[in-house]
């Protein structure tokens, strides 16, 4: 059984910082492609960032040069992504997701900011 654990959602102003972490653990053998996604309000969940097992990193056009994706130099199945010069629209539930032979998703994390 594999589980994500998502931490460092909260609420920021407009233009300020937060850092998102997701660590998964169970029964992992390899290094998997892992992503976080989005879901506001009344929309539908999208992409935020993806990096691959060989740490290719893929960002939504709304983020690109604000957030980076990255993962742990340890737990390889562990990341987390750093979102800068954040907007109100970037207000949303976050989750982290795994992906491979199967696909897990992280409890999801809020994250709000204010104008």
């Known amino acids: 059984q594999v589980q994500l654990v998502e931490s460092g959602g909260g609420l920021v102003q407009a233009g300020g910082s937060l850092r998102l972490s997701c660590a998964a653990s169970?029964?992992?053998?390899?290094?998997?492609?892992m992503g976080w996604y989005r879901q506001a309000p009344g929309k539908q969940r999208e992409l935020v960032a993806t990096?691959?097992?060989?740490?290719?990193?893929?960002y939504a056009e709304s983020v690109l040069g604000r957030f980076t994706i990255s993962r742990d130099n340890v737990q390889k199945n562990s990341v987390s992504l750093q979102m800068n010069s954040l907007k109100p629209e970037d207000t949303a539930v976050y989750y982290c997701?795994?992906?491979?032979?199967?696909?897990?998703w992280g409890q999801g994390t809020q994250v709000t900011v204010s104008s």
């Open positions: 997701q795994m992906g491979g032979l199967y696909t897990y």
């Open positions: 169970g029964s992992i053998l390899s290094i998997h492609p």
């Open positions: 990096i691959s097992s060989t740490d290719i990193t893929n």
